[in-house]
C-alpha cells in the first residue's frame, strides 16, 4: 500500500529589506567616507555634513519621485525647469502677496502636481516617448519661470521658509530638516512601491506595459500618477531651494535634472524600467554630493566632481544592462 504525498505549496518569495545594489552603495559610501576623514580635517565636522546632506535634499525628494517614473520606464528631464516655475510663484507670493509660508508651501506642491500632470498627461495619452514629451516641457517650463520673473531676481524673501530653510532654525537633532523631510517622504513612497498594489503596479508597467494592460491594470492612470508624484515633489524641492536664502535666481533648477537622473541610475533603477528602490534612490543622492563635498575639500578642479559622477553612471548603467542580458539569455 502506498501513501500519497501531498505537493509541497510553493515558497512565497521572501521580500528583502535590501537589494544587492543598495548593499554596494552603502560600502561605497562607507569607504568613501572613511577615506575622507582620514585625509581632511573638515569632512567629518557637524557643520560640512550638515551641509553635504541640505544640499542634497532637493535633489533626493525629486529623485524618489523619478524613481517611479523609471520604474515605470518613463523619464522626466523637465524637473529642473520646474523648480523655476514653482520656485518664482512661492517667493513671490510671500514677498509681494504677503501670503504666509506654508500657505505659499501648500500652492507651490498644487503647482508641481499641475506639471507633473501636463507631462503625464502628454506621455500615457500621446503615446510619446518620455523623453521627447519633457524634452519640450523643459524648454515650455523655462520660458513660462522667466516670464513670472520678469527682469530681475527675486530678492529680498522674507522667511525663508523658516525650518526648510539651511540656517541654524533648520536644524533639528543636528540635522537639517530638509533631510529629516526627505527620510520621511522616501520612507512613504519607498513602502508604497514595496507594499501597495498600486505601488506594485509601477513595477509591472514598466516590466512589460502590454501584459500589464491585459492584466487588467489601469496603465495610462499610473504612469500619469507617477509624474504627478513627482510634479508634487518638484514642489516640495522648490520650497527648499528658496529656503537656502533670500534671493530666487532666474536660473535656479538649471542642470538639476541631470543630478537627478543620475542618482536614481547609480541608485540601482533600471533606465530599462521594471526595478528600482526609493531606498538606493537616497544613497546615490548622497554619494552624489559626498563627490562634490570630497572634491572641494581635497582642492581638486570642480570639474573632476563631473568626472567621478558620469564614471559612476556608466558603471550603473553596464551592470544593469549586464543583467538584462543574462536574464534574456535565461
Same mark, same amino acid.
Given at each position: ?51 553635504? %546632506? ?116 533648520? %536644524? ?159
Amino acid at each position: 500500500m502506498t501513501t500519497a504525498i501531498a505537493p509541497r505549496a510553493p515558497r512565497r518569495p521572501v521580500a528583502r529589506p535590501v537589494e544587492g545594489q543598495e548593499i554596494v552603495l552603502a560600502v561605497v559610501l562607507g569607504t568613501l567616507w572613511a577615506f575622507l576623514a582620514l585625509t581632511t580635517d573638515t569632512f567629518l565636522t557637524a557643520g560640512n555634513l550638515q551641509s553635504v %546632506l541640505f544640499a542634497v535634499a532637493p535633489v533626493a525628494v525629486i529623485g524618489v519621485g523619478m524613481t517611479a517614473v523609471m520604474v515605470t520606464a518613463g523619464i522626466d528631464v523637465s524637473v529642473g525647469s520646474g523648480v523655476a516655475v514653482v520656485a518664482v510663484i512661492a517667493a513671490r507670493l510671500v514677498r509681494d502677496q504677503g501670503v504666509p509660508g506654508y500657505a505659499a508651501m501648500l500652492v507651490a506642491v498644487l503647482a508641481g502636481v499641475l506639471l507633473g500632470a501636463v507631462n503625464g498627461s502628454l506621455v500615457a495619452y500621446g503615446r510619446v516617448h518620455p523623453i521627447v514629451v519633457t524634452f519640450g516641457t523643459l524648454y515650455v517650463f523655462r520660458f513660462v519661470a522667466l516670464q513670472l520673473f520678469g527682469s530681475a531676481n527675486v530678492d529680498n524673501v522674507p522667511g525663508t521658509f523658516g525650518l526648510l530653510g539651511g540656517g541654524r532654525e533648520g %536644524l533639528f537633532l543636528g540635522v537639517p530638516v530638509a533631510w529629516w523631510l526627505t527620510v520621511v517622504i522616501g520612507a512613504v513612497v519607498w513602502f508604497h512601491m514595496r507594499h501597495r498594489v498600486t505601488g506594485r503596479h509601477w513595477y509591472a508597467v514598466g516590466g512589460d506595459a502590454s501584459a500589464a494592460r491585459l492584466a487588467g491594470i489601469k496603465v495610462t492612470r499610473r504612469q500619469i500618477g507617477a509624474y504627478v508624484l513627482t510634479g508634487a515633489l518638484v514642489g516640495v524641492a522648490a520650497c527648499l531651494m528658496v529656503g537656502s536664502g533670500g534671493t530666487v535666481q532666474r536660473n535656479i533648477g538649471s542642470g538639476l535634472e541631470l543630478q537627478v537622473i543620475a542618482a536614481v541610475v547609480i541608485g540601482g533603477t533600471s533606465v530599462l524600467g521594471g526595478r528600482g528602490s526609493v531606498l538606493g534612490t537616497l544613497l546615490g543622492a548622497i554619494l552624489v554630493g559626498t563627490v562634490s563635498s570630497a572634491v572641494t575639500l581635497l582642492g581638486w578642479p570642480s570639474q573632476l566632481a563631473n568626472l567621478f559622477v558620469g564614471v559612476f553612471i556608466i558603471i550603473a548603467v553596464g551592470a544593469d544592462l549586464l543583467r538584462e542580458r543574462r536574464r534574456s539569455a535565461l
